[in-house]
């Protein structure tokens, strides 16, 4: 498949290579016994369907350059008008359909939108609510127009048939989309996408997964299924809500892989986790799958174990690393995850593998404020902790109307972009990478500063915590490290401090630990809307601070105390 200016022109080159080949399966109802039904869509009929949309969109002004929120459910109508807007030149605006009101609406008001297509539910929220007010100049509806003004899809797929194609341009650098981040680790900002950067991304994911055409991916996550076209991979999408992977059925997921024959799924840790659990406690073997992919958060050890008893021999469990900013920067197989574990149980961190050959990953001192130009003496030694930077193909240029937070995030290095990525780590002996926290979420405690996935990993490894998390209460400077703990069987929490003595026990066993007096209960931790797995730090710490009296933590000694 020949490089080419615009990532639609893959699924051009699929449709004239493979045209009968399933481009896609959506569910669409249940048949006898109960069994799942299918609507297929074949690569010709949806590279035929994007052209047709993008014709007719050209037509009513979503052109060249026209940034357009795109609200619509995984379907063959979120396939088609993603590539008929990239045929036709628009900017796609993405954003998370599970941040809150006031995010979401601060998100399109960001983005300046000049056009909004959406589902009923989604034109009938945008109008009542004021999201885009002033910018929107053309809707469509994919389904029943109400009383808003507009165009349906079936109008514009109408147009389309007697409009000429649009001529988008070929410039790879041209913007291409707006995706927003999740909000998760901060407050959500829209990132520009060229072209570029999506067609680098699909030839990187071909070459470290192996992934070869006419493959067949489950994916639970929407905005990666959209690579598929450009990996002539059939995309299968599960009966789920995409908003909340951990809540998926984990009887949908096997029926869809085993009556399609998955090679490849892609879940959160979350989803795997569910999907995991289930398999083990059913005896079910998922023989069609040569690989799975999870990311959005670490994967802990124990759910990867897990994810290899319902694989068949010789099957891969992969964790990239990398973030909206820029993916794939590094990856990791599981079993190597697995022969590292006792390193992150001692307080090592996470690993992360080995940059992607085309990466320049690089670990500087970590600092709060922008950096302009790069310099070599920003760098740390092997293995002292900074923060991780990347530069690459991938990597994009900048936050759409955000200029300041665009400069804390990028440093100019001899005419290329390096991404400051925000989260903190190091390099070991081996060249491998090692994550130890989002900067934003370390603890500086007086002349100590801990990270949250050093300290995390010592008490995760006892077998009654399902999930740790480190937090601060009090002034930035000199903040009390706590650790609020989520055990594994809630039934248990009577057994409370009899668990919290073994903690302190724990923590004094390692060095980056010792001296971490202080837990908290809590009953389930606030996680991220994109992937159901990254830990909300900032609630945490809140619900934190209602419930200790701070204590400065060079001054706590053997007696401190916090009853959870």
């Known amino acids: 498949m020949t490089a080419s200016p615009n990532i639609a022109d893959a699924l051009r080159a699929c449709a004239r290579e493979a045209p009968d080949r399933i481009a896609m399966r959506v569910p669409e109802g249940h048949g006898a016994g109960g069994a799942s039904t299918w609507r297929t869509l074949s690569y010709a009929r949806l590279d035929r369907a994007s052209s047709t949309l993008a014709a007719g969109l050209a037509a009513i002004g979503i052109g060249a350059g026209v940034r357009t929120v795109l609200m619509v459910r995984p379907s063959e109508a979120l396939f088609e008008l ?43 929220a945008s109008r009542l609510l004021g999201w ?38 070929n410039d790879p650098q041209a913007l291409a989309a707006i995706l927003f981040t999740s909000g998760s680790t901060g407050t959500p900002k829209g990132v520009e996408y060229t072209h570029a950067n999506f067609l680098a991304q699909v030839e990187m994911i071909r070459a470290v997964f192996g992934i070869h055409t006419g493959e067949v991916d489950l994916s639970t996550f929407p905005p990666f299924a959209l690579f598929d076209p450009g990996l002539g991979m059939t995309s299968v999408i599960p009966e789920m809500d995409p908003t909340r992977p951990a809540s998926a059925d984990p009887r949908k997921l096997v029926d869809a892989i085993e009556q399609h024959r998955c090679t490849t799924m892609f879940g959160s840790p979350a989803l795997l986790e569910n999907l995991a659990r289930h398999a083990q406690a059913n005896a079910v073997r998922l023989c069609s799958l040569r690989r799975v992919i999870s990311a959005g958060a670490p994967v802990r050890p124990e759910v990867v174990d897990l994810a290899y008893r319902m694989l068949p021999e010789g099957a891969e469990v992969w964790t990239p690393y990398g973030a909206t900013e820029c993916l794939p920067v590094a990856v990791i197989e599981g079993r190597e995850i697995l022969a590292l574990r006792e390193r992150s149980d001692a307080g090592g961190g996470i690993c992360v593998g080995r940059p992607l050959a085309r990466n320049i990953v690089r670990v500087i001192r970590i600092y709060d404020e922008a950096l302009v130009e790069w310099s070599d003496d920003l760098m740390v030694a ?120 073994e903690l302190r026990e724990l923590a004094g066993q390692h060095s980056v630990s010792r001296g971490i007096r202080d837990f908290l209960l809590h009953q389930g931790f606030p996680v991220d809307i994109r992937h159901n797995a ?31």
């Open 132 to 169: 885009g007010k002033a910018s929107i100049r053309t809707r469509v509806t994919v389904g029943r127009r109400c009383w808003w003004s507009g165009h349906t899809l079936e109008e514009v797929r109408a147009r389309g048939e007697q409009a000429p194609p649009p001529q988008p341009g």
């Open 82 to 124: 993603m590539f008929g807007l990239f045929k036709a030149g628009a900017v796609p605006v993405l954003v998370d359909p599970g941040i809150d009101r006031a995010a979401l609406k601060e998100c399109l008001a960001e983005a300046q939108p000049q056009a909004f297509i959406g589902i009923p539910l989604a034109q009938a």
């Open 382 to 501: 092997t293995g002292s902790i900074g923060e991780i930077t990347v530069a690459g193909p991938t990597v994009t240029r900048g936050y759409f109307g955000r200029d300041a937070a665009t400069r804390l995030a990028k440093i100019h290095d001899a005419g290329r972009i390096v991404h400051r990525m925000g989260d903190v780590g190091y390099f070991d002996d081996a060249g491998r990478l090692w994550y130890c926290g989002r900067k934003s979420d370390r603890v500086i405690a007086g002349e100590i500063t801990l990270f949250t996935e050093t300290i995390e990993g010592v008490f995760n490894a006892h077998p009654d915590v399902r999930r740790s998390a480190l937090v601060g209460v009090g002034p930035k400077s000199d903040r009390m490290p706590v650790v609020c703990i989520e055990i594994r069987d809630r039934s248990r929490a009577k057994d409370w401090p009899r668990l919290k003595s």
């Open 534 to 564: 990254k830990i909300g730090r900032e609630k945490l710490a809140h619900w934190t601070a209602k419930r200790v009296s701070y204590k400065p933590f060079a001054a706590m000694g053997d007696d401190a105390n916090i009853e959870g």
